[in-house]
């Protein structure tokens, strides 16, 4: 595919699939929040932070337990603010007791770190929480690479699916739609992320089964992009 003619400013990624395994997000860390919740919602539910979800929950569920409906939702890999508010609480402790670091790709850490360098500005926009986010980044066999980004939206901006989101982000931080490329590996996102004019390019995995779309440019990993967009890649690893 021919090089693209507007090199972006601003780099968005996304996690699961893109810059993180797929398989460490399914096997590791939904399957911890599954088992850690019940004690959350039993033992916690006076915490502010905590109260705050199982009220927003009693709203989205009247008259439903709120464990049930978590667990309904966790059924559906639904992307819904309580859930993913409350896997972040879970994951945090988690985090901090040592139980979970998080895996990413190799050419990530590296790459981001190369774009940053060179004056890049770094965003994620995940369906996890803006905290859940901050842990994964802040906890990776790398160490801390929080610091390389300058913003992180969840789903207070809009669901990834949507136009408007996007626009919402643009809105928010006064970016150029132009200037911003949006990497992710899910094909509804992309388009949603073009139809609001930003760049975009889709990262399959070939770890990750992704399949390819048609309509949007596609490559294999963070280099890879970076050559395609007229952005500095990263030094060869040894």
């Not at 997000?25 to 919740?37: D, S």
């Not at 060179?118 to 929080?146: C, E, N, R, W």
């Not at 132009?178 to 995995?205: H, P, Y």
Request: proline content about 8%; some cysteine; charged content about 20%.
């Amino acid at each position: 595919m021919s090089a693209v003619s507007h090199t972006p400013r601003v780099a968005l990624l996304d996690i699961e699939g893109t810059t993180a395994p797929v398989s460490f997000v399914h096997q590791v860390l939904f399957p911890y929040a599954r088992k850690h919740l019940p004690a959350l919602v039993a033992e916690q539910a006076h915490d502010p932070a905590v109260h705050a979800e199982l009220e927003e929950i009693a709203r989205l569920a009247p008259g439903v337990p709120p464990m049930e409906q978590l667990t309904r939702w966790m059924d559906a890999d639904a992307k819904v603010g309580p859930l993913k508010a409350l896997q972040g609480i879970v994951w945090a402790q988690g985090y901090q007791r040592g139980e979970l670091i998080a895996s990413l790709y190799p050419d990530v850490v590296p790459t981001l770190e190369t774009w940053a360098k060179a004056g890049l500005t770094l965003a994620v926009y995940s369906s996890g929480s803006q905290p859940a986010q901050k842990l994964i980044f802040g906890h990776t066999q790398q160490g801390d690479v929080t610091p390389l980004f300058s913003k992180f939206f969840d789903l207070r901006v809009g669901g990834k699916k949507e136009a408007e989101s996007y626009r919402n982000i643009l809105r928010e931080t006064g970016w150029q739609a132009q200037d911003v490329l949006f990497l992710s590996d899910v094909t509804a996102e992309l388009d949603a992320a073009a139809e609001a004019g930003v760049q975009v390019c889709q990262i399959v995995r070939p770890e990750d089964g992704t399949v390819a779309g048609k309509h949007h440019p596609v490559v294999a990993t963070l280099p890879e992009a970076a050559r395609l967009f007229g952005l500095p890649g990263a030094e060869p690893q040894a």
